[in-house]
């Protein structure tokens, strides 16, 4: 079965520091977003993005974020210079119009 | 009022015992409705991917969306042991092919028993 792949799976990085997330997003998918996770609590939405550019992006999304699909399969998000609140879990997940939206398995980031 | 609340549990119950699971919600523009199954430290795998009110049958899920009283439920027939998740509801007012963000529930941590 078809899936989102991402890497790496942890990444523990120093405060001020630039991460970058990668992800693989189902091949045929048109659409593909970036969430998180902070322990504990709910799903956040960050950014959508399709055709090349943001779609929607959330409050959390600031000029500390961007994303970017290098080539026509990679699909990035990268943090800037991180703060100790960007620790979480962030999920890639992408859709297409009939089926829903697949995730992958996440990228767990440690800022210290 | 939040958008959407989910009582986060936990559950037990015995193997083979018919489980429930709720969300209620706010926003009478949801449309399309997602529970998703997710394990420690792993993603939400999508479980059941409805549209507007009834119901949707897949092997032991049933997931019923009743809009007028803005109440979705999974229910889980037999259940097992490795069906021992948290179980996450997500909305939307849009189909996936519109981009839009997903609003979610807290997830309700469930623990079926041998």
């Known amino acids: 079965e078809p899936e989102v792949t991402q890497t790496p799976s942890h990444q523990v990085t120093q405060m001020g520091q630039e991460v970058i997330l990668r992800c693989v997003p189902i091949?045929?998918?048109?659409?593909f977003y970036w969430y998180r996770q902070i322990l504990g609590q709910k799903v956040e939405f960050l950014v959508s993005?399709?055709?090349?550019?943001?779609?929607?992006k959330s409050e959390i999304f600031d000029d500390q974020f961007s994303v970017e699909r290098p080539d026509g399969s990679n699909f990035t998000l990268k943090i800037r210079s991180t703060k100790l609140e960007d620790s979480a879990m962030y999920f890639c997940?992408?859709?297409?119009?009939?089926?829903?939206?697949?995730f992958g398995s996440g990228t767990r980031l440690t800022v210290v | 009022q939040k958008e959407v609340e989910q009582d986060p549990g936990p559950l037990s119950v015995p193997e083979g015992a018919i489980v429930s699971l709720n969300c209620t919600y706010s926003?009478?523009?949801?449309?399309?409705f997602m529970w998703y199954r997710q394990y420690s430290r792993k993603g939400p795998e999508l479980l059941m991917y409805?549209?507007s009110s009834g119901n949707k049958e897949d092997g032991r899920f049933t997931a019923q969306v009743d809009k007028s009283s803005k109440y979705i439920s999974l229910f889980i027939r037999d259940s097992q042991p490795s069906d021992s998740a948290t179980y996450l509801c997500?909305?939307?007012?849009?189909?996936?092919?519109?981009?839009?963000?997903?609003?979610w529930g807290l997830g309700t941590s469930l623990a079926v028993n041998p």
């Open positions: 997500a909305m939307s007012a849009y189909n996936a092919g519109n981009n839009r963000k997903l609003i």
């Open positions: 926003n009478s523009a949801f449309q399309y």
């Open positions: 409805t549209y």
């Open positions: 091949s045929n998918h048109l659409y």
């Open positions: 993005f399709y055709n090349n550019e943001i779609s929607e």
């Open positions: 997940a992408s859709s297409d119009r009939q089926n829903g939206y697949t």
